[in-house]
């Protein structure tokens, strides 16, 4: 009987088991329940499949204006009082926004982080992640 010694190999037990790939952003949005903003363009998301479930992060840019209120139309529970949120749970700074979701309505996410940094007077960069915990 043969053994084969995984660590000498360089690969660990669990690196077979994780797979990131490029997705399409709309389709990585429609995991979680959400749909990504007209307007949207720049977009580069990702699926990271592990042992543990999956996850779906991206990036993507819209106008500055549209931001704030994509942002506060999102479904989910919201995360408890953050300082410097405003009623409808966004966090407003002067770099960006920012929302954590508890329990998006689709998907086996328990929260998902969203942040929307300034860039010029224009233009917001919505970065996303969802989280299993």
């Known amino acids: 009987m043969a053994l084969t010694c995984l660590a000498c190999s360089g690969k660990g037990i669990l690196d077979e088991g994780i797979q990131e790939k490029t ?31 999956s996850t779906v992060s991206g990036t993507f840019r819209i106008p500055r204006a549209h931001a704030r209120p994509w942002l506060a139309a999102l ?15 966004v966090v407003e700074r ?18 998902v982080r969203i942040t929307a940094l300034w860039e010029g007077n224009d233009t917001a960069v919505v970065t996303f992640q969802t989280f299993d915990y």
Request: hydrophobic share 30%; net charge negative; with cysteine.
């Open 23 to 53: 997705t399409a952003c709309p389709k990585a949005m429609s995991t979680i329940g959400w749909k990504l903003p007209e307007g949207a363009s720049d977009q580069h998301c990702e699926k990271l499949d592990t042992l543990a479930g």
């Open 75 to 89: 479904p989910g529970e919201r995360n408890r009082p953050v300082e410097g949120a405003g009623a409808d749970g």
């Open 94 to 111: 002067r770099e960006g926004l920012s929302l954590t979701i508890l329990k998006p309505p689709k998907g086996p996410a328990d929260a």
